[in-house]
């Protein structure tokens, strides 16, 4: 085992634990184990059908790999932030795509870390036995983009409910989970000192709601990604299903960004890495030209340096992880780490799909739908400028650009 290792130096913090080599090698194996029963073909006919991949979603549940990050006292399997980063890499660099059940990774930390003993109580273990779903994260509208304090949906308190009238736009997997995290704006912006202050965080209970003003529209994307438009119309939410303090849930929400950041930036690895597999196991049997194409510098370069960036973009992941799970600050780092991670995958794609030729864009090959999927790192779930605007104004100390 290769072990870095430095004392915590937040007076909350553990001591900082990274792995430089191949950690996790079982989880890795045992995940690879199940990704192999989902190949390519099973993800094209998802994809032709605008489908969501129950089964593959139901085989990480019932694995235990979506409840990884849930405490072992509500059912889950408490590993740290790191594990979950693996399960996410592995699958992707298995050729699977993790993102439709990743997010129930990522939201239930607000829940975990904000929502009082009994909603935890009710939630987390459903959630963990795969019997409840919190695959859905309402934070984005479309008229307010990237600018999220200014968000427009608002719940208003009417005694013991909440109503809420408003719209989200790319909410992913709404039409497949049964709760949504959503953050709507509790008191008017213009009545509040911050502007990120008067938001705050409810789990709506989409069974309930559909049909009681709650309507779930899909989005015709460039990837399959199950995503949706959302509209409120006076849905009511019992005062109970509010996280935590009301007003705060904007500061509930960022906690939890570094650790969907993380995860996020895992996957772009694994697909990177899935890139890179494939393009020069492509490269070392095409011949032309009387040679392998993989002989010629211009293929084999950009192949190398893809490799090269994606190690480099590895261990950024690994930092922040090591700094998430040690309870340290790590902003920067996640930052970072999403951002590298998603370049290097990119490039890592172009390289792949330049070597494939023509080949790239035949169905079958699957590098023009991984291609067109890892495109959205970069946008999603926070685009590239704000995360560099993000390092400008916090990390480098230049005034605020936004
Ligand atoms: C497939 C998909 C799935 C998604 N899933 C979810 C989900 O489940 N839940 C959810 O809440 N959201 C989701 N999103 C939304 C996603 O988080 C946003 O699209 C993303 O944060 C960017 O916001 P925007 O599209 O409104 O772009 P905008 O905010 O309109 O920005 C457009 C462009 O302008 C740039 N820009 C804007 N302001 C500045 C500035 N000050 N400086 C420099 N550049 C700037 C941005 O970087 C971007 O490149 C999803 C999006 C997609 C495409």
Not at 124 to 145: K, S
Request: hydrophobic letters at 40%; glycine letters at 8%; proline letters at 3%.
């Amino acid at each position: 085992m290769n072990v870095l290792q430095s004392e915590g130096s937040q007076s909350d913090g553990g001591a900082l634990l990274m792995e430089l080599g191949n950690d996790y090698p079982e989880l890795r194996e045992a995940v690879q184990r199940i990704c192999a029963d989902f190949p390519g073909e099973y993800w094209r006919g998802i994809e032709e059908k605008e489908g969501y991949p129950a089964e593959f979603v139901s085989a990480l549940t019932e694995a235990g790999y979506l409840a990884a990050l849930i405490p072992e006292a509500y059912g889950g399997s408490g590993l740290p932030l790191r594990a979950a980063a693996v399960i996410l890499e592995e699958i992707n660099a298995s050729g699977c795509t993790a993102s439709q059940g990743h997010a129930q990774m990522y939201i239930m930390g607000t829940l975990l870390r904000h929502g009082s003993e009994t909603q935890k109580q009710v939630y987390l273990p459903e959630i963990a036995a795969g019997r409840l779903r919190l695959q859905a994260f309402g934070v984005t509208e479309p008229t307010t983009g990237s600018d999220t304090t200014q968000l427009k949906t608002r719940a208003v308190r009417k005694g013991d409910r909440y109503v809420i009238n408003g719209q989200k736009v790319w909410t992913s997997r709404a039409l497949y989970s049964d709760l949504m995290l959503l953050l709507a704006r509790t008191t008017p912006v213009e009545e509040v000192k911050k502007r990120s202050d008067g938001l705050s965080v409810f789990l709506v209970d989409l069974r309930e709601a559909q049909g009681r003003g709650l309507e779930i529209s899909p989005i015709k994307a460039m990837i399959n990604h199950n995503t949706t438009e959302v509209f409120f119309n006076d849905v009511e939410v019992p005062a109970e299903n509010l996280i935590g303090e009301e007003g705060k849930g904007f500061r509930y929400i960022v906690d939890g960004l570094n650790a969907e950041r993380i995860l996020v930036a895992s996957e772009a690895v694994g697909d990177g890495r899935w890139f890179v597999k494939r393009a020069v196991d492509y490269a070392n049997s095409r011949r032309v030209f009387g040679r392998t194409i993989g002989q010629n510098q211009a293929i084999q370069f950009p192949l190398a340096r893809a490799h090269a960036e994606l190690e480099a973009a590895d261990m950024m992941c690994r930092r922040a992880a090591a700094l998430f799970d040690a309870r340290q600050h790590c902003g920067a780092e996640a930052n970072m780490a999403k951002l590298l991670a998603s370049e290097a995958c990119w490039h890592a794609a172009e390289a792949a799909m330049q070597t494939h030729g023509g080949f790239a864009f035949a169905k079958e090959y699957d590098i023009e739908r991984k291609w067109r999927e890892c495109r959205l790192y970069q946008i999603a779930p926070i685009s590239s400028n704000l995360v560099l605007a993000y390092l400008g104004q916090h990390v480098l100390g230049l005034e605020r650009s936004y």
